[in-house]
């Protein structure tokens, strides 16, 4: 039944039916945590024989000595490694430690405060401004924000960011400095960005010469279906444009192997490269190359698309639980769409407007936690108040299906009580 | 024979004699590098018993997942294990990947462009100075300097810095923003700095409430004799006077586990500790929690001090063999004096004025490289031109006793020249 249909009579008897399903998960104390897009535990175990191939008697001394210091650029046999899995040059790739959201971070203060690519440190160029693919990933934004950059939402559809704004905005607006984009398996909305998309991103030509494409490629290998979504290479295509100097590309093994300790990699152009890495040599004493080069040898054993496929067994059940869980609980309600993605980490879900903030209020008055309602947006305001990001990977199966139920259950409510 | 009471016919046949001596080791084409503080490998050899406590039967999940996200403050054994161990407390400590220098980057950076202690950020508080004690280290030198900040020379003496100089400087200057301090074994002249004198530096009173002494303790446990000379615990001599939030003590296992990966810590007041956090969180997705629990195991197993020692067994025989060397081939010609230092990493030569460059130049096209003349003092200016820093610790003990006497002749050579 859609609950727009019906009468505000049969709504009140619904809410009051849906009340007394709340209240018994209310009674169940129910205590889950759906939050963050983490790996569970089976997934990190899969990892784990990366220890066997260290020991007191393995030698660290191949390219460089692995235990020492320098090489801020990474170790050959990884940069060659993951720019031959790239398909770029190993001169246009740099490896940092786990986190590629800390090399984000970092690039943009240095724009901001030494300036790039000949530019006035843009601390000096007055107001700031981001472009923001929306839904989003709210750890980027919060940079962004930290950072006191203006954020522009742009429209998502299934082929990726409007791109007739985004080319407007970036070759009109000098103070446009940047974009946020996760182009494969979207983060929330598993979006892979089309061809056409791809090549018009290579093609711009911003107003500001100091403008990046911060390509977040978190999820490049994460197929739910071992089914590969093809994504245009960013890099290649703007390099073919002689504009590899706006492309900064990101990717992890955050959820390859660890999350907490994995190697991270930015892919941009040599000039690009050759500026980052005189600030990095005054940052740091350079990476954990004994932690890059046990990735190098783990990667040797165990190929990564195989790995990967462990890893969807691991999760695809997941995510078809909580596709199944909503069908059968939203059911034709009509209040409630979400996503069902190729890849990724997360389900996008998009409730009755103005109801997402309630829904999760009541799901962690029940005990269960979701992302935030408003995260997937900039300064945490979503407009419409309707989008919520489901974390399906790190609960286990069994506590997946209550929380989802309890989440189902909750929007109804709030749904109800808004239309009524 | 002192050089300088030769007559002029004297130093000249002196000066033919050390050129022939010179010419040989040129005839010998050696390739050697003395240029940085590094550990050699007989010492990284030390720690890999770490990797015999992991396999994949191992148990990675303590206090937490170490293999999942977060924890930005470090794990809580890792924490608790330093913390006891500077005699802090735990909520007085953060853990950072391999690089303090990275952590007193970005700590540096931060003050810049958010602000500290509820001051305006100091990008909008016009020129910014900074105390170096001098001879001091280059890698500070070279952070301050990036970020603009006017670099004052503070003399060193057997008790640490100035201390007159230093407190007339802060208390009366509010654009002073930090001191450099390597406060034990002082890169590169091995002084400890005296009780008074880090009595002295808990009692400042800064004009500037942003004011901060980076304590950068890099060589607390590094002696040569297995006789630890004591050092006060500036911590918590600031924090008996109320004055903890001006302190920031640096530590890390770069030179007792492994130079490339290890861990580093920072210690200071738990306010401090609370701004950190809030930005950290938004720069990174955690430290390397793998490599911090392995830390942890293999401290159990091996306690520092005993570690330490044979660290020293390694190193204090090329010490040793350097005080002989000069020694032997400097012997009272008196152009130089040099260190002689109970712990830390390196042996400071003040030669003659005016000849550090020359000597460094002669010792280079020999085929020897050493720390280039005037990296010890900001802006690579030795006012002087005499200071040279000595690392030991990288070479073979071959060719460090080849190195040391390249180096001898090639500073007599540059002495005679000036003096004749």
Known sequence: MNY??????????????????YQ?????????????????????????????????????QASVDMRNYGENLGISELREFFADFCNVSSAELILSDSSSLNIMYDNIQRAIQFGISGQPPQNTQGKLKWLCPVPGYDRHFA?????????I?????????????????????????????????????????????????????????DFRIYWDNAYMVHHLYNEDIPLLNLYNEAKANNNEDMVYMFGSTSKITFAGAGVSFLITSPANLAYL?????????????????????????EQIPSLMLKHSKILTPKFELVDRVLTQEIGSSGIMSWSK???????????????????????????VIFTPAGATYPY????????????????PFNELEVAMKVFATSAKISALEALI
Not at 9 to 16: H, I, P, Y
Not at 40 to 49: I, K, T
Not at 161 to 168: A, G, L, R, T
Not at 190 to 200: A, D, W
Request: glycine share 6%.
């Open 4 to 21: 727009k249909e019906l009468s505000k009579a049969q709504q009140k008897a619904e809410l009051e039916e849906q009340k007394k399903i």
């Open 24 to 60: 018994k998960y209310k009674d169940a104390k129910l205590k889950l945590n759906m939050a963050r897009g983490k790996p569970c535990s089976e997934q990190l175990e899969l990892s784990m024989p990366m220890f066997d191939l260290i020991s007191g008697a393995t030698n660290l």
């Open 143 to 151: 940079i962004t924000e930290l950072f006191g950059c203006e954020m």
């Open 153 to 209: 939402n742009i429209p998502m559809d299934e082929n990726g960011p409007d791109m007739d704004m985004v080319e407007h905005l970036v070759e009109n607006d000098a103070s446009i400095k940047g974009i946020w984009c996760v182009p494969k398996y979207s983060n929330p909305s598993g979006v892979v960005y089309s061809n056409k998309t791809v090549k018009r991103f290579a093609a711009l030509a911003p107003k500001a010469k």
């Open 277 to 301: 890495l005189k600030l990095i040599g005054i940052q740091t004493i350079g990476p954990n190359k004994i932690n890059q080069y046990l990735h190098y040898l783990f990667f040797q054993n």
């Open 341 to 367: 993605p190729k890849g990724g980490y997360f389900i996008s879900c998009d409730l009755l407007p103005g109801t997402a903030k309630r829904t999760i209020v009541l799901s962690k008055e029940c005990g």
């Open 380 to 395: 945490k305001n979503d407009p419409q108040n309707s989008n919520v990001r489901i974390a399906p990977t790190f609960p």
